[in-house]
Structures are given as structure tokens and as C-alpha cells.
């Protein structure tokens, strides 16, 4: 390992690091969706015999923050190093226990092009049946079912949002009829809506007013739209 250490960390920048911060919320991500079923490992190539600085479910593997890299994960950086692809494709390994796992790694590369971590998902195949449905049917901590349209574009992405609040607005007993178009201008500046490039004019077609209007109301009440 000595050799190998010498061989493979990097020095990191200040904003390599923060690039590896942010795969954190990755490792997150993936341990809320796939639950006990699944391991995801953040790997930091600043020091190999420590190279572990994120992990969700590291019981598959018996590891934890701080665990050294894997003989597998050396072997992707050496082909990502030569080949210049950074991901390692489907391999099968063993957990901890035994079973089969799908297993997946990513390279991650800082601002000058360099790798400077890794992103390892391993699925553990051999989970047994009720435990997945106890993971699939189990409630979010909102249990409220979240209406999130998968726009196919920006234009169904705008029609679709506007639409949803007008109809809002629209059965809001407590909004003054001459107060309606302003409040849905207003909750649509909330939602984000007008950080989408060319939004404004969209808008404004899907609504029958001019862009004046919304720009109107924009500036009165949201001092930078």
C-alpha cells in the first residue's frame, strides 16, 4: 500500500475539496432511496489509507470514515489514468456477509482535469424480498405526495407551473379578483419561475398580459427578480 500511496494521492486545492464536498450530498441521495439495500462510498485520492470520507450503509463492507481504498477502486484509477474514462462500467463483488453486489465506480476530476476522488455504489442483489418492500412502501419523512411534473421541456415546464398556480390562485376565496393575476406573478417569482432564461415572455402569453405587467410587479415587489 506504501507504494501505491506514493504512487496515486494528489494534492488537493481548496476547491478540490469543496468539488468532493458535494458528492456528499450524492452518497446522501443515494442512501434515502435505496435504504439498507444498497452501499455508496466517497473516496478522497489526498491520502489512500484513508481515502474513505463519505459512506452510507458501510455494513456491507464493514467500512467506515477513514477505511482505506480497495484493490478494485486502484484498478479503475489505473484505467481511468490510461484510458481517460472515468467510470468503471458494471462488476459484481461480496459483501461482508456474503452476498452478491452490483457494483459501479466513478472518477471524479477537479478543475484542471485531474481525478481527486472516487464515487462507488454497490448493490447488495441478495437483499432479502421483504426487506425491500419494507423499503419501498415505507413513507418519506413528508408523507405528503410531492406532484412533481418531469417536464419534457422548458415550454411544458413553464405551462405546467403556471397553470398549477392560476388554478391556485384562482380557488383562493381570500385573493381579491383584481389581486389574482399580481399574486400569481408573485408566487411564480417564489417558485423560481423567472430564473428560467426568456421566462418572462412565456409567461405573459400564458397569462394574456403584456410583459409590462409582470416586470410591473416584479419591481415592486421583489426589488430583484
Not at 434515502?32 to 455508496?40: I, P, T
Not at 421566462?199 to 416584479?218: C, G, N, T
Amino acid at each position: 500500500m506504501t507504494s501505491q500511496k506514493m504512487e496515486h494521492s494528489v494534492t488537493l486545492t481548496p476547491i478540490d475539496r469543496q468539488i468532493l464536498e458535494g458528492y456528499k450530498g450524492i452518497v446522501q441521495a443515494v442512501g434515502l432511496v435505496f435504504g439498507s439495500s444498497c452501499e455508496a462510498v466517497l473516496h478522497s485520492l489526498e491520502d489512500l489509507s484513508h481515502s474513505v470520507i463519505c459512506i452510507h450503509n458501510g455494513a456491507k463492507t464493514g467500512r467506515q470514515l477513514g477505511s482505506p481504498v480497495t484493490d478494485k477502486a486502484l484498478t479503475v484509477l489505473r484505467d481511468c489514468e490510461r484510458t481517460g474514462r472515468d467510470n468503471s462500467g458494471l462488476y459484481l463483488t461480496t459483501s461482508a456477509q456474503g452476498h452478491k453486489m452490483r457494483s459501479s465506480t466513478t472518477v471524479i476530476r477537479g478543475t484542471a482535469g485531474q481525478p481527486i476522488g472516487m464515487l462507488c455504489i454497490n448493490f447488495d442483489v441478495s437483499t432479502p424480498l421483504h426487506e425491500w418492500a419494507e423499503i419501498l412502501l415505507s413513507e418519506p419523512a413528508s408523507a405528503e405526495l410531492d406532484s412533481e411534473h418531469f417536464a419534457l421541456d422548458i415550454d411544458d415546464l413553464l405551462l405546467n407551473q403556471v397553470k398549477k398556480i392560476q388554478a391556485e390562485v384562482a380557488s383562493d376565496p381570500h385573493i381579491p379578483p383584481r389581486q389574482k393575476t399580481k399574486e400569481i406573478i408573485l408566487r411564480l417569482h417564489e417558485a423560481g419561475v423567472f430564473k428560467l432564461r426568456r421566462s418572462v415572455p412565456r409567461v405573459a402569453e400564458i397569462l394574456q398580459i403584456s410583459r409590462d405587467v409582470i416586470y410591473l410587479h416584479l419591481r415592486s415587489h421583489c426589488p430583484h427578480p
